[in-house]
């Protein structure tokens, strides 16, 4: 399977393909012109003695002939930014291939695939590239996956209300042990391993890359299904050389939630929301709560949020 960087690559090079075609059919083009421009100057310099209007019938032609170059330069310019705009939208479908759902009742979180698993079974993840960052940046990643700390934020901070506060977790683990606490369908992956190999091997790989996304995404995440069936997910983190420890841990955590399973929340203040807000970078109870909805069969679906 091609990585990201290996299909942009295959990308760029068919571009390029089309427009050296585009480059020589215009090339081709203008010489014919040339060449009709030239005849013609030869016919008007042979009747210049004998018409009165010879000047005024040369100037019509080249006017013709400058027309004609204009016209097929706009054409050929629409024709670059036509495919341009056929390639930007391949590169960003993965980007815009989420369920979505509509908002009935406060705020939503949309649920998408999930594992089908044992209760006992351990997801390998597998953290690519490590040695380009620091172990503090690794440490964060590691605490994002198995982290079971709670964190109690005033609910005036989202304006949720006043004199209460809401419940979120740091990591991953803590979420989905207190998702696993309502009886589901399937089993609720609560156990992971984090290996750390440069060998694409695992069931979620979080590969970390020096390259900034050209659509200025900070992280992706794509997740092999076969029907609502999770078979294997991929994150990639782009720029991890400009991140913050915090950051990096955040846009791990976000992404982590995707190959958990979940889509974009529509409130913006949480996690899962498509522009991540740093405010507050923990997993809601929303999204606690939208796991165990998951995982109890209902895919494709969505959690409404109660506050």
């Known amino acids: 399977m091609l990585n990201l960087e290996q299909e942009r690559v295959i990308d760029l090079e068919q571009q390029k393909i089309i427009f050296a075609h585009i480059t020589k059919i215009m090339k081709n083009k203008i010489e014919t012109l ?28 080249k006017r013709k002939t400058i027309y004609c170059i204009v016209i097929c330069a706009v054409m050929a310019c629409g024709s670059v930014i036509a495919i341009n705009q056929l390639k930007s939208d391949e590169i960003v479908t993965p980007f815009k291939t989420r369920y979505l759902v509509e908002n009935l009742r406060g705020d939503t979180v949309d649920t998408w695939k999930f594992w089908k698993i044992d209760a006992d ?21 590691k605490e994002v996956i198995l982290s079971t700390d709670k964190i109690s934020i005033d609910d005036s901070i ?52 020096a390259l900034k996304d050209q659509d200025g995404y900070s992280g992706f995440t794509k997740s092999t299904v076969d029907g609502n069936e999770i078979l294997k997910s991929q994150i990639v983190i782009y720029d991890v050389d400009s991140l913050s420890d915090d950051e990096l841990a955040t846009i791990v955590r ?5 190959a958990i399973g ?17 405010q507050i970078p923990y997993i809601s109870e929303c999204d606690a709560d939208a796991i165990s909805q998951l995982y109890d069969g209902v895919a494709m679906d969505k959690t409404v949020c109660m506050k």
């Open 34 to 61: 040339e060449n009709q421009r030239n005849i013609a100057s030869y016919a008007l310099a042979a009747k210049i003695a004998s018409e009165p209007d010879a000047r005024a019938l040369k100037k019509r032609v």
């Open 121 to 141: 079974s351990t997801l390998v993840v597998n953290i690519v590239n490590s040695g380009m960052v620091d172990e503090h940046k690794i440490k964060s990643i």
């Open 158 to 209: 989202t304006h949720k209300g006043l004199g209460t506060s809401s419940t979120y977790f740091a990591g991953w683990k803590g979420a989905l042990e207190e998702s696993s606490m309502t009886k589901t369908k399937y089993a609720i992956p609560t156990k992971f391993k984090i290996i750390e190999s440069e060998s694409e091997i695992g069931n979620i790989i979080i590969e970390l890359s």
């Open 254 to 258: 976000h992404e982590f939630g995707h």
């Open 262 to 278: 979940l889509g974009h929340s529509t409130a913006p203040e949480d996690l899962m929301a498509p522009t991540i807000n740093m």
